[in-house]
């Protein structure tokens, strides 16, 4: 198993540690957090204050939505991606968003501290290759339907690029289980360790799609040795244009925060 990987397997690598604007990924504990997508200057400004007063550490926030229906909201493009830029201004948060098409990997490198590869294109080898192609740090989403060594094996697509700044992040599979909207695979994270030097992030957001569960689930996350987490926030979850079932409302994201940093001294203390 692994056999084909060259750049991504562990050996006797080193663990990277994946850089955006003075923030390390790879180095303790990194909390992604934001709306699922930028709805406005208002909603995006109003999140990025949450997310910085209680202690995050990059704002995310889709301005290209890869929706499973076409009438469904598709995001705002680049008005959204300027708007990002204003918020970064403003708060100082590195900004993370997905890009789906090849024929955008370039300009939107130059706003996004860091490119999200979303699950839907874990596989599309040609934006792989893409932002292989930037020097801009990359977070490839696991695939819902894939495995860990096919994961491994896109992120060996970017890095044979010449693009080293790769980090992952376990967003949940398919299975027959119809609760969850997907079943967060948190033994990815141990073995993601044992098998690779790039570091793994978990977004229970998307891996559990329930509020309810999110808080443990964050929990379990840092237990299992993950290197952050990434979140969905809203500033009222319930008018949301997309995700408002999982999106943590100001006060319950502070207080997740709270417990993730508590959770995450304890888990180095004990290393
Ligand atoms: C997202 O993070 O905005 C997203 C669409 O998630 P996923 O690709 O994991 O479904
Ligand atoms: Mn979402």
Redesign the pocket.
């Known amino acids: 198993m692994m056999k084909q990987l060259k750049l991504a397997a562990k050996g006797d690598r080193t663990k990277t540690i994946v850089s955006a604007r003075e923030r390390r990924i790879g180095d303790g504990f990194v909390i992604i957090a934001g709306p699922?997508s930028v709805e406005s200057e208002e909603q995006l400004i109003e999140t990025a204050w949450v997310v910085k007063e209680a202690g995050g550490d990059f704002l995310r926030g889709?301005v290209f939505k890869?929706r499973t229906s076409p009438y469904a909201f598709q995001g705002l493009g680049l008005k959204g991606l300027k708007i990002m830029e204003k918020a970064r201004t403003l708060t100082g948060l590195p900004i993370i968003t997905?890009v789906l098409d090849t024929r955008d990997v370039s300009w939107v490198s130059e706003y996004a501290d860091i490119l999200?590869i979303?699950?839907?294109n874990m596989q599309n080898f040609s934006l792989l290759k893409e932002v292989g192609k930037t020097r801009r740090p990359v977070m490839l989403?696991r695939g819902m339907n894939s495995t860990i060594e096919e994961w491994l094996n896109c992120a060996e697509y970017i890095l044979n690029e010449g693009n080293p700044h790769v980090f992952l992040c376990e967003?949940g599979i398919r299975s027959f289980e119809t609760y969850t909207r997907n079943t967060l695979d948190l033994s990815a994270v141990p073995a993601i360790r044992e098998l690779t030097h790039l570091p793994i992030i978990v977004?229970p957001s998307?891996g559990t799609g329930r509020l309810s569960l999110i808080q443990p689930m964050s929990l379990a996350a840092v237990a299992a040795g993950a290197d952050g987490l990434m979140v969905e926030v809203h500033p009222n979850p319930p008018t949301a244009l997309s995700d408002k079932d999982q999106a943590l409302a100001p006060a319950q994201f502070a207080s997740l925060v709270k417990k993730v940093r508590s959770l995450a001294i304890f888990m180095e203390e004990i290393q």
């Open positions: 699922c889709g890869p997905e999200q979303g699950a839907r989403k967003r977004d998307h």
